[in-house]
């Protein structure tokens, strides 16, 4: 009864008068500014258009309608046309993954089991260290300060630059992986654009550090359904910031109504009322620990967190994929010894090529 009164609570008008008031509880006191860090000029002028009054009238309606059931669909037709063409190749355990996805909302496994390739993980691995090995990320590292974002613990090793470089050729059979692909597809029911492609260094926190940014339970804005995969680079244990994950949350779950996502910001919920309910009732979350070589896949418009590590360093390789109407969505390069033309269909789709 209690989920259901704060889901009923949360379908009113509450979350259109408190967004501002969420986003100021998820940081410090004069901080604020620490929200506009990195961001491209699209994103500083989409942020005037939500949080600025009387911008955020119109701003907000826009989204809300771009995200209505037709407008989403008009905007989503070359993607079902392209997912109805294409072959999608599912073997067994990825048929397992899309119905995970579909009922519990996260898909947990290894990367040797889902792309069947034994020597992938330690290529990924390679490169990721390789990006990371940087002098300017090293520089970031030494000082536990990433300048350019507003998650400063995070060190990413290729950002939010407008020109990316070619992203290593591992990364390119991961992220462009047929069994990758299908899941994330026939789960979405269109094809899918790879929004967003990194690998992270998780600073740890020191003692008096206040969480931050998705160190809160939150839900994802980049598009009303996506996928998000993350590949770790490292052994994670409890102590080290793992993703966690409320299952069934997802939009379409059994908690979908409880503090859903606003467009296009996402949602922060009140952090002590999220935290009572999953403490104090059968709200079900999954710790995601493991070792090296693990791989989660991920519906996060569901309910999340992560990233706080409190001993050593998290590496992650991380990507999401959303529909043709997601936002923020990066463009990536192939390597030279990739060729676009070797690429299948559905690989070039999700490249926006």
């Not at 490169?127 to 400063?152: E, G, S, T, V, Y």
């Not at 779950?253 to 859903?260: D, M, R, W």
């Not at 706080?308 to 043709?324: A, E, F, H, Q």
Request: contains cysteine.
């Amino acid at each position: 009864m209690r989920i259901r009164r704060v889901a009923l609570y949360t379908h009113g008008l509450q979350p259109l008068v408190s967004v501002l008031v969420d986003r100021w509880r998820m940081t410090r006191p004069r901080q604020w500014q620490t929200l506009w860090r990195g961001k491209t000029c699209l994103q500083l002028v989409r942020g005037v258009m939500v949080y600025v009054w009387p911008f955020s009238i119109f701003g907000r309606l826009f989204y809300r309608l771009r995200w209505s059931t037709p407008w989403y669909q008009a905007i989503n037709r070359q993607s079902r046309r392209v997912f109805h063409s294409t072959p999608q190749p599912l073997h067994p355990l990825g048929i397992e993954a899309v119905q995970a996805l579909r009922t519990e909302g996260i898909f947990r496994s290894s990367v040797d089991a889902v792309a069947q390739d034994p020597e992938l993980f330690r290529e990924l691995s390679r490169d990721a260290q390789m990006l990371l090995a940087r002098q300017d990320i090293q520089r970031k590292i030494r000082q536990r300060f990433n300048p350019h974002d507003a998650k400063w613990y995070v060190v990413r090793a290729i950002g939010h630059r407008a020109k990316r470089p070619p992203i290593p050729s591992s990364f390119v059979r991961f992220f462009l992986h047929p069994q990758i692909l299908s899941i994330a597809s026939t789960y979405l029911g269109l094809q899918v654009r790879l929004n967003y492609a990194d690998v992270w260094h998780n600073i740890p926190v020191r003692e008096g550090e206040p969480p931050i940014s998705a160190e809160f339970w939150h839900r994802d804005h980049e598009d009303k359904r996506l996928i998000k995969v993350f590949v770790l680079l490292t052994d994670v244990d409890e102590t080290m910031g793992p993703f966690t994950y409320v299952k069934r949350s997802q939009v379409g779950g059994e908690f979908e109504s409880l503090f859903p996502a606003i467009p296009p910001t996402g949602r922060y919920p009140k952090q002590d009322v999220l935290s009572q309910l999953i403490n104090d009732t059968p709200l079900p979350s999954v710790s995601c620990v493991g070792p090296a070589g693990s791989i989660i896949l991920c519906d996060t418009s569901g309910l999340h967190r992560g990233g706080r590590s409190l001993t050593k360093p998290r590496i992650v390789l991380v990507g999401v994929y959303t529909s043709n109407a997601g936002i923020d969505a990066g463009r990536y390069s192939l390597p030279r010894s990739v060729r676009h033309e070797q690429l299948s269909p559905a690989a070039k789709f999700a490249l926006y090529s």
